[in-house]
């Protein structure tokens, strides 16, 4: 999937630069997406949450470049090193490619992180890359696998379709098109797996969620469950998870993309 040609405005006029990231602008489908890249190593797209890409997230990108990977941050909505949950909700409702409440649906918004994942392939030289989704994005990583480059999806607190007043079904509701699932569940073995990361009393990402991936996914899908009632295991909460904890998640997750990258 080939990206299209640029739009203005350019993404370096749209986006701030980040001490220790390089910024580039990734155009795709119209519109130009600001994509943050550090470190060396394989790649790892890693799709913010919500918030945006706040300082938490930033940080999140730091330690995993720290640890032989080159990471990309596209910048899918907000600014980066801000924090505005609200309004960003506000901006993605009015936004046809984000798939919210439907249940069985992939977003559209995939075919940019698809298009970026083949870009990320042939800039760091290494035929395979890690695909990290939290929060809102968090099911987006099962659909890049649609792609054979991306053999290290992690599945962080997916939070798609949202569950309203009155639809508890939806709890255990996928945001991935069925016969998408089907594909994916074609790719998986013994040497290619799914990691799930989230919070046990989770009630944005709740386990009947991880339910469904356990048993669409069967042994291949990893679900690492941290006791509590947060919600961002690896951003905004990750330093409120007790030691020895914290550095067991840290060493799974890392121990994870390098066995797959």
């Not at 698809?114 to 030289?125: P, Q, S, V, Y």
């Not at 069925?178 to 990691?195: C, I, T």
Request: glycine share 10%.
């Amino acid at each position: 999937m080939a990206p299209t040609a640029s739009i203005t405005p350019t993404a370096s006029e749209a986006a701030p630069d980040i001490d220790g990231y390089e910024q580039f602008p990734f155009p795709h489908g119209g519109k130009t997406y600001p994509v943050y890249r550090r470190g060396n190593g394989p790649g790892v797209c890693v799709m913010h949450e919500l918030p945006g890409m706040t300082e938490e997230c930033l940080d999140f990108g730091r330690r995993l470049a720290d640890a032989g990977f080159t990471v990309y941050l596209p910048l899918l909505f907000g600014e980066p090193g801000k924090s505005a949950a609200g309004r960003n909700f506000l901006r993605i409702c009015v936004r046809r490619e984000w798939n919210l409440l439907g249940a069985g649906r992939s977003s559209a918004v995939t075919a940019v992180l698809r298009g970026l994942t083949a870009h990320i392939r042939d800039e760091t030289g290494h035929p395979r890359v890690g695909a990290i989704g939290m929060c809102l994005t968090g099911g987006f990583a099962l659909v890049l696998m649609l792609d054979p480059w991306v053999t290290a999806p992690v599945v962080s607190q997916p939070s798609l379709p949202l569950v309203l007043p009155g639809q508890g079904w939806k709890k255990a509701a996928l945001d991935i098109a069925p016969e998408d699932l089907e594909r994916v569940r074609g790719r998986l073995s013994q040497d290619l797996n799914v990691l799930g990361l989230r919070f046990a009393q989770d009630r944005v990402s709740p386990a009947e969620r991880a339910e469904t991936l356990r048993r669409e996914l069967g042994p291949c899908f990893r679900d690492v469950v941290v006791e509590g009632d947060r919600h961002a295991v690896l951003t905004l909460h990750f330093q409120d998870i007790p030691e020895p904890r914290r550095s067991q998640i840290w060493a799974e997750l890392v121990g994870f993309l390098q066995r797959q990258l």
